[in-house]
């Protein structure tokens, strides 16, 4: 019989996946980061075919695991007609291109693999161009040999992104296009910058979402408001951030923010090409850390979480950390240490929406403890008004205008909301 139609072949590229333990670092700590790079090639949409994790005397400079577990792999990804192979480790520009030589593969790092993520996933303006910032900024010192790289290896997941032709071109383009391209970003970070002022203006505490990624952020901004965001069983579902208000249950609002989520060893370029995004967080009046409690790593999340914000130098902010997924749980012993050592805490399930009115109330709480940005008036012979106010709020700036004195300064809402009684002191919006 003729066949009339047959479907288009879809070419699933095939990941070979290899991880590495070095002597003094726990082989299980291993097993469980391979186990992610697994579920960063999935989400990436590569089939896993196979992987390996190697013990480690000592990391080999010029081809990362030595010529002869190189050579060794070779001949089983070969066998396995994997298409590229992906360390579970950051590779320097040379380790890269010498194995690429051995394997006669395109060989991918952590990095670029999360890289690869973040460019299927970008899809506002400022997205995509801090992504393409992170990819180009990955791509320079792995210039040389990335053009003959490309043809023999083929394109796919970890070559996507600025273009073939591109990326042939000289590294003074990919510079030039790089400062172009942190122009733009800073462009848009001013109309992200006014929007936020006008927060701050009208005295809305914000609170932005972070951890983990896949931890139920995006989940939990729905339950909490009609945001509507993308909820996946993927990496990196969220890259853009998005800001909601929150009625609270005492009446007032709140700004809701949800963001990128973080990972352990997320690459620096990421970083500090999504500056502008982060930005959000540092911003922030408090933070609601999200963990998935039903992770059977959550505790290394939690670390990881941490980690991540004291790079992104965003520390001493008012906490909560969030157990989420408490449905999925399955050890209650886990959950109640969980609970115990990240306090103040509290246990939901953003799915079922158990525990959303407690958490509200620790939510409600914690602003009540908070000391939120305020910027009065005052005039010059309500001196005795001004000391008050340095006595009870954490001064941060102040200008002794013609008519009054303006005064920046951080207040409880409990006290900031006794003060506004009186008819002297006029608030003021910033910018
Ligand atoms: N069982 C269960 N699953 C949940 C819960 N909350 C979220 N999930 C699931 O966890 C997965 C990830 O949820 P997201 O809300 O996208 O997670 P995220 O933290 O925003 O992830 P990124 O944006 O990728 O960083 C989805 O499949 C959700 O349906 C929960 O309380 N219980
Ligand atoms: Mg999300």
């Known amino acids: 019989m003729v066949k009339y139609y047959e479907p288009a072949k879809v070419v699933t590229e095939k990941f070979f996946l290899v991880g590495i333990t070095l002597p003094n670092k726990s082989f299980d700590m291993g097993e469980k980061t391979l186990e992610e790079l697994e579920r960063l090639s999935d989400t990436a949409g590569a089939e896993v075919v196979g992987k390996e994790h190697l013990r480690l005397r000592e990391i080999h400079a010029g081809n990362f695991i030595g010529t002869g577990h190189a050579e060794n792999l070779a001949l089983l990804a070969e066998g396995l007609n994997a298409t590229g192979i ?14 690429e030589d051995i394997f006669q593969k395109k060989v991918l790092d952590r990095s670029s693999l999360i890289l690869d993520i973040f460019a299927q996933h970008a899809h506002s303006k400022e997205g995509k161009l801090q992504v393409e910032l992170a990819q180009l900024e990955y791509l320079l010192p792995r210039l040389r040999g990335w053009g003959k790289a490309l043809s023999r290896l083929g394109g796919g997941i970890g ?11 000289d590294r003074r383009r990919i ?21 936020r002022r006008k927060r701050i203006k009208e005295g809305i505490p914000t609170l932005s979402l972070v951890g983990y990624t896949n931890a139920g952020k ?43 989520g973080f990972i352990r060893k997320l690459p620096h370029t990421l970083i500090a090409s999504f500056r502008a995004t982060l930005e959000e967080i540092r911003y922030a009046d408090i933070l609601l850390l999200v963990v998935d409690a039903s992770s059977n ?41 969980l609970m115990d050592e990240n306090k103040p805490s509290v246990a ?12 509200l109330q620790e939510i409600e709480h914690l602003i009540g403890e908070t000391r939120l940005l305020r910027i009065y008036r005052i005039p010059y012979h309500r001196y005795d008004l001004l000391s008050k106010l340095q006595s009870i709020g954490n001064e941060i700036g102040i200008q002794y205008l013609d008519q009054n004195i303006e005064v920046r300064i951080r207040l409880d809402i409990k006290d900031s909301e006794k ?13």
């Open 175 to 195: 510079v030039n296009r790089i400062s172009s391209l942190k122009r733009e970003i800073k462009s848009l970070e001013k109309h992200r910058n006014t929007q």
């Open 218 to 260: 995006s989940t939990l901004l729905n339950a909490l408001t009609d945001a509507n965001v993308l909820v996946e069983d993927k990496l990196f579902s969220t890259l853009d951030p998005t800001a909601k208000k929150l009625l609270l249950p005492g009446g007032k609002d709140a700004i809701l923010i949800d963001t990128v």
């Open 348 to 359: 939901i399930s953003a799915k079922t929406r158990d525990g959303m009115d407690h958490l």
């Open 159 to 169: 070559t996507r992104g600025p273009g073939e032709t591109k990326l042939e071109t």
């Open 86 to 99: 992906v360390f579970d480790e950051d590779l320097s520009p040379a380790q890269n291109r010498n194995l």
């Open 419 to 431: 003060l506004e009684h009186d008819p002297d002191l006029t608030e003021k919006s910033e910018g």
């Open 297 to 337: 790593m959550s505790e290394d999340e939690i670390k990881a979480s941490h980690e991540t914000l004291e790079i992104l130098d965003i520390t001493h902010k008012p906490l909560l950390t969030i157990l989420n997924k408490t449905d999925k749980a399955q050890d209650i012993q886990i959950l109640k240490r």
